[in-house]
């Protein structure tokens, strides 16, 4: 039941995901035509240090709901919340160290999709209305 009821947030939440995923290839394509490929693996580095954390909290964030299962719900955002700042800091330790990545694409991409995370839900928000 609880399952079920979580369902359509987590697929709203894995809408603003796919959203982070296009504008991190967006920004890698920009980057690669106009300063070259070290230049687009670092834009593409940024978008996957915020893409793919937000991508697992959203697995576990969204595990759960309904009021008989409130302690669940907590821990599960607990858990995902963690392993989303865990992994955020793995992967950028990941881009600097074994990939010397360039830090202007990888940043502008990285708080492009941040952006993205932020904007999207008022975006589908006033689609809706519309």
Known sequence: MTAVLARPRRNAA???V???SLVTVFVTVITTFGWGMPSGLSALWGGVCATFPH???VLFAFRYSGARSSKL???SFFRGQTLKL??????FTMAFKMQDAIPEPLFLSFIAALVTQWSAPVFFQLQKLG
């Not at 865990?86 to 992967?91: E, F, K, M, P, Y």
Request: aromatic share 16%; net charge positive; charged share 5%.
């Open 14 to 16: 894995l809408k603003v």
């Open 18 to 20: 796919f959203c982070q």
């Open 86 to 91: 865990l992994l955020t800091a793995v992967l």
């Open 73 to 75: 719900v907590a821990q």
């Open 55 to 57: 991508f697992v909290f």
